[in-house]
C-alpha cells in the first residue's frame, strides 16, 4: 500500500491507483471534464490539475500515480485560477445556450461554469464547428456544443470496438468525425448509444430528446431491461408519462452505465397504441365460462389475421389471476385427455436463465414431455 496525503488527509491505496481516482474514492471532488472512469486517460481538459508539493509546476491528477508520502493540494488559489481560465477558453468556443439547451441542469460545461463563475468568455467568441448532424433516427450530433473531451471516441473504441469516429483536423479545426465526415449510417457505427451516455455536454443527444423539457423537469425510474436474460440495470426519463431517453447507471451491477442499442433505444413498445396490458380471453370460451353475456361464434378466418380487426371484436380483457388459472386448467385437462406429448413449451431469449431453467424443468418434470424448444431471436 502506498500512503500519501490529499488536502491532508492521509489516504493508502493499491499501487497504480491515480490521484484522481484515490481523491474520488474517498469523498474528494476534483473538477474533471475528459476524465471518465471506464475510460482511458486523456488529461486533455486540464480541469483536474492538482499540486505537489515540491514540484514546481501543476499537474493532472488523471494520469497522476502518488508515490510514499506525496502530499496533493487539490483547492488553492492557483488552480482555481487555472481552472477558470480553462473554463474561459471553452465557453469561448461554446454557445451559452443554458435557458434554451434541454441538457440544461446535466451538463458538465454549465456545472463548472457555475463552480468557478464564469458568465461569459474574456476571449473574442468565434464558433470553430458549426455542423448540426441529424443523419440518423436516434441521436443528434451537434458540434457547437461540442469540446473535444474525447469521450466518445474513447468509448466507441476501448469498450464498444467498433471505432467509428475520431477526433480529425487540427488546432481551431479539430472535430469529432466519421471517416470522411459521411453519414454515420455509412460507417461502422452500431448506434448502441455508448457516445452519447458519455457525452458531458449536449454535442450528443438523442432524438427523443427533443421537446422533452430540462433535466429537472424528468421523472426517473430504475429498471431491469427486458430485452434479453443478462438483466442490464437502466433508467428511463419521463416527461408526463412519455419515455425522454434510456440510459444505463454506473451502479448498475450487470452493465454499469453502458447498453446495447435495444436496451437504450428500443422502448417504443411501451407506448404503443397496439400494446396489450391485460390479459385477453376469446368471447366463445369467455361465455361457456360465465364471463361474457353474449354467445359468439369463431369466424372461419383467424381474428388474429382478419385486417382491420380490433382486440375487442373477438376478446374480453381478464385479470392476470384468471389468466393463469384458465391456462392452468386447460394444460392439465389437455394433458389428461391426450398425454403429456400433446403440450410443447416454448420459451423466450427474453428471460433470464433461471428462469429459462425454471420453465424447462417445468416442462419435462412436472408435464413429462421433452418437447420444448427455444427462441433465440431478440
Avoid at 391456462?327 to 385427455?337: E, G, I, P, S, W
Avoid at 416442462?363 to 413429462?368: F, L, M, P, V
Wanted: aromatic share 8%.
Amino acid at each position: 500500500m502506498i500512503k500519501f496525503t490529499i488536502d491532508g488527509k492521509e489516504i493508502q491505496v493499491e499501487p497504480g491507483t491515480t490521484v484522481l481516482e484515490a481523491a474520488l474514492a474517498n469523498g474528494i471532488d476534483i473538477p474533471r471534464l475528459c476524465y471518465h472512469p471506464e475510460l482511458s486517460v486523456s488529461g486533455g481538459c486540464r480541469l483536474c490539475l492538482v499540486e505537489v508539493a515540491g514540484w514546481n509546476k501543476p499537474v493532472p491528477s488523471c494520469g497522476l500515480q502518488p508515490s510514499e508520502g506525496m502530499a496533493i493540494s487539490t483547492h488553492t488559489d492557483q488552480l482555481t485560477d487555472l481552472r477558470r481560465e480553462a473554463i474561459d477558453l471553452f465557453v469561448s468556443d461554446h454557445p451559452l445556450e443554458c435557458v434554451t439547451c434541454e441538457k440544461a441542469g446535466a451538463c458538465q460545461l454549465q456545472k463548472y461554469a457555475y463552480e468557478f463563475g464564469v458568465t461569459g468568455t474574456s476571449y473574442i467568441f468565434e464558433t470553430s464547428r458549426t455542423l448540426y448532424q441529424d443523419d440518423n433516427p436516434f441521436f443528434i450530433r451537434d458540434h457547437r456544443m461540442c469540446i473535444l473531451c474525447g469521450r466518445c471516441v474513447r468509448v466507441c473504441d476501448e469498450v464498444v470496438g467498433a471505432h467509428a469516429i475520431d477526433i480529425v483536423g487540427r488546432g481551431f479545426h479539430a472535430h469529432i468525425a466519421t471517416p470522411f465526415d459521411g453519414p454515420m449510417i455509412d460507417s461502422s457505427c452500431v448506434f448502441c448509444g455508448s457516445c452519447v451516455q458519455v457525452c458531458p455536454t449536449a454535442a450528443l443527444m438523442p432524438v427523443s430528446r427533443k421537446g422533452m423539457g430540462r433535466e429537472w423537469e424528468l421523472e426517473r425510474v430504475q429498471s431491469t431491461c427486458g430485452y434479453c436474460g443478462v438483466g442490464c440495470t437502466i433508467e428511463y426519463a419521463l416527461r408526463d408519462g412519455q419515455i425522454a431517453y434510456a440510459q444505463g447507471l454506473p451502479s448498475g451491477a450487470v452493465n454499469g452505465e453502458f447498453l446495447c442499442t435495444k436496451g437504450r433505444y428500443g422502448w417504443d413498445f411501451a407506448t404503443s397504441p397496439d400494446r396489450l396490458t391485460k390479459p385477453l380471453l376469446r368471447k366463445d370460451l369467455a361465455h361457456q365460462m360465465g364471463l361474457y353475456p353474449d354467445e359468439w361464434s369463431l369466424p372461419e378466418e383467424s381474428p388474429l389475421k382478419a385486417r382491420g380487426s380490433k382486440p375487442e371484436d373477438s376478446f374480453i380483457e381478464i385479470e392476470w389471476e384468471q389468466a393463469i388459472d384458465i391456462a392452468a386448467a386447460r394444460l392439465a385437462d389437455t394433458v389428461k385427455a391426450h398425454g403429456p406429448d400433446a403440450v410443447m413449451g416454448l420459451s423466450s431469449a427474453r428471460c433470464t436463465n433461471e428462469e429459462n431453467y425454471l420453465f424447462q424443468k417445468f416442462i419435462r418434470a412436472a408435464i413429462g414431455t421433452n418437447n420444448i424448444d427455444h427462441c433465440a431471436r431478440l
